[in-house]
């Protein structure tokens, strides 16, 4: 009790504070996603996550060294498929000379020792913009699973790292993990999205990828925001299914998900700071309201607190330069 104890003594200095310190971010935390598109010397401004671009095939060889050179080391591939190519069962998504593949074996040759991640869920290849198969209206669950897991195949044989199912489909981690077994990609690890929320946050991406759903919402698959516990289940599932990383998605808003699913699992955590809350801070600072950088660093490291192992974001490239 005061004065015997006066908390302000270890905040006296930068150093007592650093030492004291109990959190800190560093660019081996940090992954980048990046949006692909077909076409040469493409680089399209995505409007409402400004520093973001649709990059062509070859520009990639320039920005994966300036990923690399700013010390980090894995990145999130996301693929914009012509409208002409989308269809209900995402057929192209198997095509083993299709942009996602193409864009893995890219990465690779350039940067062999990046960790390369790739987005597995059918929203950028549908017609009706669903992570799933459609039928009356109703997105399947099992023909859908069929689908990712081949899918998943598809990036292993591409090459990727990891496959990150996006799609939140009931036992899609062990169909996925089962065909990459079978296939003796014992070594391909999977990034569950395990506990990825229904929200409004994703807006930016899906303008990104022209990938918005054609009708209704993503809610019959996509948790609901008011859930705790299901967050909880949903992850031990995902572990049990084979996960190697899990997810909670989006981050800000629900870092008391990733709080209370550290308490409870011990594979690392990944925390996706998604299109949405880069947008916010974007136009806060234009508008001259937030200080861009500060703001970002405290986010960044507000997951960190929170219990996140690793932080998929927009601003790790902002981030990492600020750290060097
Ligand atoms: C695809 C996918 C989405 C995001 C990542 N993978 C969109 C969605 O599920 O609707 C969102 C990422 C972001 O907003 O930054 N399923």
């Not at 310190?21 to 692909?36: C, G, I, K, R, Y």
């Not at 292993?156 to 993990?177: C, E, H, L, N």
């Not at 079978?182 to 994703?202: C, E, L, P, R, V």
């Amino acid at each position: 009790m005061y004065p015997n104890q006066r908390n302000r003594r270890l905040r006296q200095s930068p150093a007592l504070r650093q030492l004291v310190s109990e959190n800190q971010l560093t660019v081996n935390d940090l992954m980048l996603p990046v949006f692909v598109k077909e076409g040469t010397q493409v680089k399209e401004p995505i409007p409402s996550m400004p520093g973001c671009y649709r990059l062509s095939l070859d520009w990639l060889g320039e920005e994966l060294k300036a990923i690399a050179d700013l010390g980090i080391h894995a990145v999130l591939l996301f693929v914009k498929v012509d409208e002409a190519l989308k269809d209900n069962n995402g057929t192209e998504a198997l095509n083993p000379e299709g942009l996602m593949q193409r864009a893995v074996r890219t990465v690779k040759a350039i940067a062999p020792q990046m960790v390369v991640m790739t987005d597995v869920a059918l929203d950028p290849y549908s017609s009706f913009g669903h992570d799933g198969i459609v039928e009356n209206n109703v997105i399947l669950n099992d023909p859908t699973v069929e689908v990712l897991s081949q899918m998943a195949l598809s990036h292993a044989q591409a090459g990727a790292d990891f496959v990150a199912p996006s799609d939140m489909m009931d036992g899609r981690i062990q169909k996925i993990r089962s065909v990459l077994e079978a296939a003796q990609y014992f070594h391909t690890g999977i990034m569950s999205y395990s506990a990825k929320y229904a929200s409004a946050f994703y807006g930016p991406f899906r303008e990104a990828l022209d990938s918005a759903p054609g009708f209704g919402d993503k809610r019959s698959y996509h948790m609901d925001p008011a859930n705790r516990l299901e967050a909880i289940t949903e992850t031990l599932r995902d572990i049990e299914e084979g996960a190697d990383l899990v997810m909670v998605k989006p981050g800000l808003a629900y870092l008391d998900i990733i709080r209370e699913i550290r308490d409870k699992v011990e594979v690392p955590i990944a925390a996706y700071q998604v299109s949405g809350e880069y947008a916010m801070l974007k136009a806060a600072a234009e508008k001259g309201w937030l200080e861009h950088d500060a703001v970002m660093m405290e986010q960044l490291l507000a997951f960190k607190r929170a219990g996140a192992n690793l932080i998929a974001t927009y601003h790790a490239k902002e981030a990492a330069q600020l750290l060097s």
